[in-house]
């Protein structure tokens, strides 16, 4: 064995280990030495009489995040004032109801001598106040929670529609139906509920706001239409969030349907049926004609029966908002799906950064109602503010509570309302991976072409990264502009963006993207992505070159001059341009043509620059085909120098 070992096995320095055994006369050259199996014995003897060690000298605290001064300081042992003084002293200034992250707050616990064991997200302090420990006999199955996806046209809202006219209960009733944003419907077998908004775009948008509602996902293609655009949008969005999808191929009372080939299609995807010897539900239907529509809801009850939903209905209620407004009469009204446990008349609760006692409950039915179980939707009255869909709610034990934590998340939100949230970007991916222990890079793909879409997330998976072990996964391709549904998975799915030869679709996809923290980055050369990622892996990514935009033109009329060619009278909307600039030309998102202005004119006269809001006549250097309404994108790249 050697010294260093030896001293790990004990728990000391190797170089106290060293000195501990040449006391004993053993003769020891460095840690590398060697020393024989009976001197390693009496060495563990001997410890093994010494007294225990002593406790450690550094005293465990855990802290909340984020955490106000006001609450540090007395797990530090000190006055908020002392912390404060003490804080000001280095520089820092805070107030006692601050809030700090909890990794400032550690540190500053680090640099008293305290060790911070764990830093507990706020919400789950929150929320533990409303979990009550549960025996595996408390759990009931619960109904499953049900979003409808297709391509436009396809019959999602037929469906949905169709749907609501097959309750059982509906009939006797007598309530006239409401759209509050989700619906319960009970068949013989059992009862299932509907998320009123269909596509993937919301669904995704309340994903990315950290709301996972959705337990399974009804995918609806049009069997005279078969597999569209959407069609794999939704797919993807769906695996994404790891939502098992049944199938619902619709429209089969056309001439022109197709069911074969709509599965054929979704074989190709992944979606095999279980007649194929897959494990995909299919289900038939005509929403229009309302057939096969019992049976899609039977089988949406059997695949819940795999999923084994279950929840507690003898506890406080928790759950999402799904949409709320502002309404004249009635104040703050929300609609609340309840995902465990049970709501009440007079519960009071938390929803997002409001407060509520619960004054009435109505169903989608517009009845009162007195208790809302697992899986039921129902709009809720006596709101302290309007709540944002996907905003999480609970129930708490007084009034009082719900008062208290609301107005900590008030004032938590105010200071964090300047601030963007962060995802995942190639320049932080190292340091993620390090820290985090990040398994997997999960990229979105958009390109100007079906056949460099296949090449590059083919290039992309097959980087094997050595030594960090990183995946790199696309969980979603596409041709065609980067568009604000991509923007949303990515913030869902804590992914990237790579743009090959195209752009955002519009001005607002890349302020989206700002706003979410999405880190989108556009390529030309797939050996630049891949070599790109690769080096993020690595941590050796440097920002080199950056490209900079300096001005935006909208060509808006088209002129033929037999020896220059085509001039493009155009609109400057944005910045300037300036002659001999390097140009790009976009049309609708895609990048056609890259480039340099080669003239620029102002009513027949050669200028160096036009600037915002001023027409101007351009012809770009070995390009004809320019259409009206193309974007020019002018810019011109920086360099960053290296840092040391
Ligand atoms: P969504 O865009 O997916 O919500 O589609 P809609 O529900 O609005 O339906 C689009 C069109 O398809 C409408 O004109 C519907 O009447 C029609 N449609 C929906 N389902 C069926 C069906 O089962 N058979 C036939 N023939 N038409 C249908």
Known sequence: MRVYELAKKLGCPSKQMALELRELGIEVKSYMSSITAEAAQEVLDLYAKKPAAPPPLLKEISITDPITIGELAPKLELSPANLIKNLLDQGKTYTINQHLSGELAKEIAEGYGFKVKEVIPLEEVEMSLVEEAEAAEDLKPRPPIVTIMGHVDHGKTKLLDAIRTTDVVAGEAGGITQHIGAYKVRVNQGEVTFLDTPGHEAFTAMRARGAQVTDIVVLVVAADDGVMPQTREAIDHAKAAGVPIVVAINKIDLPAANKDRVKQQLSELDLLPEEWGGKTIFAEISAKHKLGIENLLEMLLLEAEMLELKANPDKKANGVVIEARLDK????????????????????????????????????????????????????????????????????????????????????????????????????????????????????????????????????????????????????????????????????????????????????????????????????????????????????????????????????????????????????????????????????????????????????????????????????????????????????????????
């Open 329 to 644: 009469g009635r104040g703050a009204v929300a609609t609340l799906l309840v995902q465990d446990g049970s709501m009440k008349v007079s519960d009071p609760i938390v929803l997002g950064q409001y407060w509520g006692r619960v004054r009435a409950m109505l169903n989608d039915k517009g009845q009162k109602v007195a208790v809302a179980s697992p899986s039921t939707p129902v709009e809720v009255l006596g709101l302290s503010g309007v709540p944002q869909a996907g905003d999480a709610f609970f129930v708490v034990d007084s009034e009082r509570e719900a008062k208290q934590i609301s107005s900590k998340r008030q004032s938590i939100h105010r200071e964090k309302a300047a601030k963007v949230a962060h995802r995942l970007s190639l320049d932080d991916l190292y340091r993620k991976i390090q820290e985090e222990g990040i398994k997997e890079l999960d990229i979105i793909i958009k390109t100007d072409v079906q056949g460099s879409c296949e090449a590059l997330k083919e290039s992309l998976e097959k980087i094997g990264s050595g030594q960090v072990k990183v995946k790199v996964k696309v969980i979603h391709q596409g041709v065609g502009a980067i568009k604000e549904s991509d923007v949303m998975l990515a913030s869902a799915s804590n992914a990237i963006i790579i743009g090959f030869h195209v752009r955002p679709a519009n001005p607002d996809v890349k302020e989206l993207a700002e706003k979410e923290g999405v880190d989108m980055r556009m390529y030309r050369v797939i050996y630049d992505v891949t070599s790109d990622i690769k080096l993020a892996l690595e941590g050796l990514l440097e920002p080199e070159i950056r490209e900079v935009i300096i001005g935006l033109v909208e060509v808006r009329q088209l002129f033929k001059v037999s020896k220059i060619g085509a001039i493009a009278g155009s609109y400057v909307k944005e910045g300037k341009i300036t002659r001999g600039a390097e140009a790009r030309l976009i049309r609708d998102g895609v990048v056609i043509y890259e480039g340099k202005i080669a003239s620029l004119r102002r009513f027949k006269e050669d200028v160096a620059e036009v600037a915002t809001g001023f027409e101007c006549g351009i012809t770009l250097v070995d390009f004809q085909d320019i259409k009206e309404s193309d974007i020019i994108e002018v810019f011109t790249t920086e360099v960053i120098p290296k840092k040391l």
